[in-house]
C-alpha cells in the first residue's frame, strides 16, 4: 500500500495546492476543479512542471476544460483509470451552467457522454475497486449527504444528473470499502451500505493507504 494524500477542489489556487503538497514525501490526488482552463497557457505550463515528478496527480472535475486536461496536462489522471485496486473518474454537472460561458468557464463535455459513461460502468463492473476516487459521488450518497439537509447549492433539490446516476449504478453493482469525492464543497464523512464515503471541502485533505 501507498501513503496518498487525497485533496479536495482547489479552483485554482496554486499557491495553497503547493502549501499542501510541498511538504509531503508521499504521492497524492486531487479530486478535480483544479482551475484548468481558466488561468492561461503559463499557469498551466507552471502546473505541468509540477506535475512532471509523477509525484502528484489530479483528476478533471466539472470546472476543468476537458480537452486541455486530456492532450496537455502532464498530471491528469484519464477517466476510467484503473490502477491496483483504486479507479478514478472525472466530470460533474455545473448547476449553474447556464450562468456561465460556452467555452470560457463553461464546457459542454463537462460529464462524459452516456456512451462513455455506460463503458465506465463496464469497466468498474470488471475492476471491482477497492477504492474509487472521482468528482463527484453516486446520487445516493448526494442526496443523503447533501441535499437530505439543504447543504447543497441547490437547496433540497436533489437535481439528477448523468454523471451521477452512473456512478449509482456503479454502486448498486459494487460496494467499494471507501470512495473519495470533491464537488460538493462540504467535507463530510458517511457509511452508506458499507462504503465509506469522504467528500473534501475546498483545499481540505486526508491522508490515506492506498
Known amino acids: 500500500m501507498t501513503l496518498t494524500r487525497i485533496i479536495g477542489d482547489i ?3 496554486w499557491y495553497d495546492y503547493q502549501t499542501i503538497t510541498q511538504p509531503i514525501e508521499h504521492q497524492s490526488i486531487q479530486v478535480g476543479d483544479f482551475g484548468i482552463g481558466f488561468n492561461g497557457d503559463y ?9 512532471e515528478s509523477g ?3 489530479f483528476i478533471r472535475g466539472n470546472h476543468d476544460k476537458p480537452s486541455t486536461c486530456k492532450a496537455a496536462m502532464t498530471g491528469c489522471i484519464a477517466d476510467g483509470t484503473v490502477e491496483g485496486d483504486v479507479m478514478y473518474l472525472g466530470g460533474a454537472w455545473s448547476i449553474d451552467w447556464q450562468w456561465r460561458t460556452d467555452g470560457q468557464d463553461w464546457w459542454r463535455d463537462e460529464e ?17 475497486p477497492r477504492t474509487m476516487i472521482t468528482h463527484d459521488c453516486p446520487t445516493l450518497a448526494a442526496y443523503r449527504m447533501f441535499v437530505k439537509d439543504g447543504n447543497s447549492i441547490g437547496g433540497k433539490t436533489l437535481h439528477l444528473s448523468r454523471t451521477g446516476e452512473a456512478l449509482q449504478a456503479m454502486f448498486e453493482i459494487h460496494q467499494p470499502e471507501q470512495w473519495f469525492f470533491g464537488h460538493w464543497h462540504h467535507t463530510r464523512k458517511m457509511t452508506i451500505d458499507g462504503t465509506v464515503f ?3 471541502g475546498e483545499l481540505d485533505y486526508v491522508d490515506v493507504e492506498l
Open 11 to 13: 479552483h485554482g489556487k
Open 43 to 51: 499557469w498551466e505550463d507552471r502546473v505541468n512542471d509540477f506535475h
Open 55 to 57: 509525484q502528484h496527480k
Open 112 to 128: 462524459l457522454s452516456y456512451r462513455e459513461l455506460d463503458d465506465m460502468i463496464s469497466v468498474y463492473e470488471a475492476a471491482k
Open 198 to 200: 469522504q467528500c473534501l
